[in-house]
């Protein structure tokens, strides 16, 4: 049996080097004579699998000391109410841009609690693009600017990080953090689900500046305070440990790799090569305004939908696995992100130009 490529969104294929190391590890981590899985979270090792994969992740994403590292559970989608409870303080409203699904339900969840101002749209268009900073209708008096750098299923991607002024400004990087260079000093708060780019489900990683901690509201959930959790190194509860040390292994791999520098070429090479060949195909489209398409989930459209199972049908019988597009949306995906080898891109390629030629 062996490995196909795998385009799913998320969870997203991991690098087979981090695999094979963790089963490697599974039934004796380093002479324990146990699984991380099986150790308590108070015990010197796995406070050291904790410590180190915090410690790589600031090398990585350039992270200093007036962030807080908080590996959290419950996901990305449990920060769409985590970020306000958090983060008004003694103010009430709240800037969204909303550029897709993703952003959709950030500003859907953050209504329960803030007054949320939608300070941008690009729902006319479809979300194909990404409204100009300068026609955006943010607030002053916001307690903070929310967006989405990448939208996973419309497959949109900013090109540029917005200037949100004294506004902290909180950004969902679910599926585009570690995929290439970013200042994190711009930001109030950047969190991120880890199945994609950062490891298994459940985990979310959230990188919030020290001095906006402490705001919870009085009702905030205990295990939804920002200021409890970094007081408690992630450990007020039992964290996800398996999940934690895996990500710690992707992290490592990623250095290997030669970081987030490294990543970001490779990234923009593959994204290219598929973009550029869809352009190139008459058989195949994708919907997106060029600068805002996303290097990390590439949908894109047959010229004929009768042929789309024939497609994926073609497709898996080759291991190139998961390219069904969103439910919401058809057509077809492919989620490229770090873990995605540039020959898994190049497989698919063939593929469609062999099913075009075929079928167009
Ligand atoms: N935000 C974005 C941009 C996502 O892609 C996803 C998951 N696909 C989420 C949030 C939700 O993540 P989770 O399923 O971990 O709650």
Known sequence: MSRAF????????????????????????????????????????????AETAEQDLRELAGISDDYAVLFMQGGASSQFATIPLNLLGDKTSADYVNTGIWSKKAIAEAKRYADVNVAASSEDTGFTTIPEQSVWNTRADAAYLHYTPNETIGGLEYD????????????DMSSTMLSRPVDVNKFGLIYAGAQKN????????????????????????????????????????????????????VFKWLK???????????????????????????FYANPIDPRFRSWMNVPF????????????????????????????????????????PEEGVDALIDYMAEFAKERG
Request: with cysteine; charged share 20%.
């Open 6 to 49: 795998n385009f799913c969104a998320g969870p997203a294929t991991l690098p087979e080097a981090v695999l094979k190391q963790a089963q490697s590890e599974m039934l004796d981590w380093r002479g324990t004579g146990m699984s991380v899985m099986e150790m308590s979270h108070r015990s010197d090792e796995f406070v050291n699998i």
């Open 160 to 171: 540029f990080i917005p200037d949100s002024g004294d506004v902290p400004l909180v950004a």
């Open 198 to 249: 950062i490891g298994p489900s459940g985990l979310v990683v959230v990188i919030i500046r020290k001095d906006l901690l402490g705001k919870a509201r009085q009702q905030t959930p205990t295990m939804m305070n920002y200021q409890v959790i970094a007081d408690n190194g992630s450990m007020y509860n039992t964290p996800a440990t398996y999940s934690w040390y895996l990500a710690g292994l």
């Open 256 to 282: 290997e790799q030669g970081g987030v520098q490294a990543m970001g070429e490779i990234n923009a090479r593959k994204a290219r090569k598929l973009y550029d060949f869809i352009d190139g195909n008459d």
């Open 301 to 340: 459209t047959l010229a004929d939908d009768a042929l789309n199972s024939e497609f994926l049908k073609g497709a898996d019988a080759r291991g190139l696995l998961n390219l069904k597009g969103h439910r919401s949306v058809g057509g077809m995906r492919a989620s490229i992100y770090n873990a995605m």
